[in-house]
């Protein structure tokens, strides 16, 4: 298989300033003419080369040079190659496609009677051939022309130039983007669609026509995603001074996709699911989600669109930025402790895996066979921690100094990471030699702290030592800029006297601290300063201490984790007598009861304490792990909560089921509460709760709470469960995105048949292999489900396995996502290892792969 280094880039020979395409739009055949005025790159190393044009399963009809029909072009594999003497010429060819037939919805594809495209990375060459590299930027004239009936809606990037109707019934419309744009930013979108609609007046007074395009029936649900979408264009204005650069903004929800969403150029493409929300069949999670991906796709107008990738390893660029972009933006509109808390929580459990894995890569990779396998947790959420470790090294103002530089440096630039890395480093005034270490190893850097203590001196010495794990090209290691908010706690007081920022550069280094009489509390990497993993010498003291009275919520939150994940691992490692577990487990009790008594807290915040560590984050403490021990210590752990604390758990679900439904904070802190109750009395009194639950999913007059119920009573095995199951569907059942929910729910669950659910959902007449969203929620659901996807016979790899053989021929994309899971082998308990390596080596040796996967099950064995 071809890998492509990221050592080999060279500037593209030819360049296209301007592109006109002409769609002639049909479900089955829809004809293209594209016509590239195409220029020799002056940049360029070879100034003869012939113009190389990709593309991937399509056929040039008719090929044309300066209007004259031309023959000297061949095909090269996939790629379209003419031989052009001269540096400059129009060139137009001619392609058909059946946008029904493209299960692999990368390209131009039908979704529901609807024509959509989604050309990122490299679907544009799905389309037309075309040099489809980011380095390549084009102004679009785009023309669309379709029956008037079937597609009464016609959209592209850029502002609308002309439209008209024609005798036949068929009508067009013609959009130009005045924005030089890589192709992978091209879009259109023609079908049966309903505008909701608003305005926005730039600070510069523009006004902007704000759309967001929905089937009938979806436009009442459309109003969160739109107050969204506002509140970002403001936000990127007051805090980066990033306004919007066209009349309009569309954005259009489309039921079949392989990503949440695309940042098209003034056209945003999204899954249904980051765009529909109300409060009947949106979560308060699935609110937070379209708040957030509304943010990413519009902050990408500016980071990624304006200055976007010079090539692909540049991925994080855009891509880390702007989660770190659409992070700060959620924190400001609701609470930042909690935002940060859960995107650690994402992190640890989605990044950190990936990082001590076979398909570990630092934010900027070197190599790759299929570059839709590297939008990864590592290149977006370990992408953004990285440039948040800026910010803390810079301070916020001189952060803004470095991206207004680099904005205005690169504004309409193919750029790269190192681009950024210098305007930071020349705007914020600060020294980024070493820190860009971060973008060239991979693996998550452990940091070992040793705390002294001099009682005549009153000095506090830290040793700190870090370790950079080998990964896979990657054996040895340097060390990297670590910076840690620091503060020493004064036990009796509970107080500190004052956080430091402690920047750790070398393997080994040690940091003094004096006037302190007594040996402090340790409170270290406060606010998850850096995406490292910390061993620190707390004892269970410090970390009842530190929970209780840490004046920092992410250390706090922290302290409680950590509490809990030292007492797991090490009854999993089999290190606790009678005693000793008892112990621990009173130190946890004890805190959670302090926690849920501490009048100062707000719920969010308070719900985000009493959550334990997931089973994922707590396998990554253990090598190898067996995931059966984890899953029972914990539900083991959870169930004596749950009994330790019932009459708590009682109170504060009867509390919190008297608040009335809002979309405030103290409602939605209610909410999450609600639910976190029952998980833990659930565990300790299952017949109990059923009713309890039961009583939860009857009162519901929102989908948070109704979700919850059902998700607890999904665990169980009472008859409530199936009861509360047939209502949900038969309630929602013309509402896919909830039905999503009643899939995801049985495959996630704690039931110990949950495993025999999914393979019986599978033959559900709702279920379907073409449709990503569905997919997701059977197949993802269970893959996250430890106790069903590690089943001790191997059944869950297989099932797993099987899904992969099964959907790869429709969709490669969505297949391979499904391999990180079974590539996990090496960290697993012996027995286990062999099955999900067995099912490794099963899938590869399939006849027929797609890139995709072949790439990830190749690196899984090696
Ligand atoms: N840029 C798109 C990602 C598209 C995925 C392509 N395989 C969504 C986003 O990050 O905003
Ligand atoms: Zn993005």
Same mark, same amino acid.
Request: with cysteine.
């Given at each position: ?5 990221? +050592? ?91 946008? %029904? ?40 004239? $785009? ?131 980051? *765009? ?17 991906? $509304? ?45 940060? *808390? ?35 947790? %590592?290149?977006?959420?370990?992408? +953004?921690?990285? *440039? ?71 000095? $506090? ?108 691992? +090490? ?84 509390? =919190? ?51 919850? +119920? ?7 095995? =009472? ?84 899904? *992969? ?58």
């Amino acid at each position: 298989p071809a890998v492509i280094h990221r +050592a080999d880039y060279r500037p593209p020979a030819w360049l296209v300033p301007d592109i006109a395409l002409d769609f002639v739009l049909d479900l089955t055949e829809t004809r293209v003419s594209a016509t590239l005025d195409v220029e020799r790159n002056p940049a360029a190393q070879d100034a003869t080369a012939p113009l190389r044009l990709n593309g991937d399963g399509i056929v040039a009809g008719a090929v044309l040079v300066d209007g004259e029909p031309h023959n000297a072009w061949a095909m090269e594999g996939d790629d379209l190659v003419i031989d052009l003497p001269g540096s400059a010429h129009q060139v137009t060819i001619e392609t058909t496609i059946n946008p %029904t037939a493209n299960t692999q919805l990368s390209g131009l594809y039908a979704s529901g009677g609807l024509l959509c495209t989604q050309c990122e990375a490299e679907g544009f060459r799905r389309i037309t051939f075309f040099p489809d590299r980011p380095d390549v930027l084009s102004c679009y004239t $785009v023309t669309l022309t379709a029956d008037k009936a079937q597609f009464p809606v016609l959209l592209s990037n850029g502002n609308p130039v002309d439209s008209g109707e024609e005798d036949d019934g068929s009508h067009w419309a013609i959009w130009h983007d005045p924005w030089p744009k890589p192709s992978y930013l091209f879009a259109l979108v023609a079908g049966d669609l309903v505008p909701t609609r608003d305005r926005f007046t730039t600070a510069s007074g523009r006004a902007v026509d704000l759309a967001i395009w929905v089937r009938a029936g979806d436009e009442t649900r459309t109003g969160h995603a739109m107050r969204s979408l506002i509140a970002s264009m403001q936000w990127d204005e007051k805090v980066y001074g990033r306004e919007y650069d066209l009349d309009l903004f569309n954005i259009v929800a489309v039921s079949d996709f392989n990503a949440g969403a695309m940042e098209n150029k003034g056209l945003n493409i999204f899954n249904t699911r980051y *765009i529909l929300a109300d409060p009947d069949t949106a979560t308060d999670g699935d609110y937070d989600a379209v708040e957030g991906v $509304v943010a990413h796709e519009y902050f990408h107008n500016w980071s990624g669109n304006r200055v976007t990738c010079r090539d692909w390893f540049q991925l994080s660029l855009k891509e880390g930025f702007t989660v770190l972009r659409d992070q700060q933006f959620s924190a400001d509109r609701g609470s930042p402790p909690v935002k940060r *808390i859960e995107d650690v929580r994402i992190l640890r459990a989605a990044q950190f895996p990936e990082d001590s894995g076979p398909l570990a890569h630092p934010i900027r990779p070197d190599s790759y066979q299929e570059i839709s396998n590297f939008y990864t947790a %590592t290149v977006y959420n370990k992408g +953004a921690e990285v *440039i948040r470790m800026m910010t803390v090294l810079a301070g916020p103002e001189r952060f803004r100094a470095g991206t207004d530089l680099y904005f205005e440096r690169h504004d309409g630039q193919a750029a790269t990471c190192e681009d950024f890395v210098t305007a930071i480093e020349e705007g914020a005034q600060i020294d980024l030699a070493q820190f860009r270490r971060w973008y060239e190893q991979a693996g998550t850097p452990r940091v070992d702290v040793a705390l002294s203590h001099d009682p005549v001196s009153g000095r $506090v010495t830290l040793a700190l030592k870090q370790t950079v794990p080998p990964t896979p090209g990657q054996s040895v290691k340097q060390p990297m800029v670590i910076p840690l908010r620091t503060a020493l706690f004064d036990r009796q007081s509970g107080t500190h006297g004052g956080e430091h920022l402690i920047v750790l550069t070398q393997g080994q280094q040690q940091f003094t601290f004096e006037g302190h009489a007594r040996p402090p509390v340790l409170s270290i990497n406060r606010g998850f300063s850096a995406p490292v993993a910390i061993i620190a010498p707390q004892t269970v003291e410090d970390l009842v201490f530190l929970a209780a009275h840490d004046d920092d919520p992410f250390a706090r939150y922290e302290a409680m984790q950590q509490l809990v994940v030292q007492h797991l691992v +090490a009854a999993v490692e089999g290190r606790l007598d009678d005693d000793a577990r008892e112990a621990g487990r009173k130190a946890i009790g004890g805190a959670l009861a302090a926690i849920l008594a501490d009048a100062g807290l707000d719920d969010l915040m308070r719900g985000e304490l009493v959550m334990l560590p997931g089973e994922a984050y707590l396998a990554e403490q253990l090598n190898p792990v067996d995931p059966a021990r984890v899953h029972a210590e914990r539900e083991a752990l959870k169930a004596w909560l749950g009994r330790e604390l019932a009459p708590a758990w009682t109170a504060l679900h009867d509390r =919190c089921a008297a608040v009335p439904f809002s979309l405030d904070a103290a409602a939605r802190g209610a909410r999450k509460l609600k639910t976190q109750a029952l998980v833990y009395l659930a565990a300790a009194d299952p017949q109990g709760t059923a009713l309890r639950a039961k009583a939860q999913y009857d009162a519901a007059d929102n989908m948070t709470d109704r979700q919850g +119920a059902l998700m607890v009573l999904c665990g169980l095995d =009472c008859p409530q469960r199936e009861e509360a199951l047939d209502h949900f569907h038969a309630r929602f059942a013309d509402n896919r995105l909830v039905i999503d929910k009643w899939f995801s729910l049985q495959a996630g669950s704690l039931h110990p048949d949950a495993l025999a659910h999914v393979q019986a959902l599978a033959h559900h007449p709702d279920f379907t292999l073409t449709n990503p969203n569905r997919v997701r929620a059977l197949y993802m659901a269970m893959a996250a489900n430890p106790a069903a996807f590690h089943a001790a016979d191997g059944a869950g790899y297989r099932t797993i396995a099987d899904l *992969i053989l099964a959907l790869d021929p429709i969709n490669g994309n969505v297949a391979a996502r499904f391999v990180a899971p079974l590539g996990r082998w090496r960290r697993v308990e012996p027995g286990r290892a062999a099955l999900m390596r067995a099912e490794l080596e099963r899938i590869a040796a399939a006849p027929r792969l797609s890139r995709d996967v072949r790439e990830q099950v190749s690196k899984s064995l090696e």
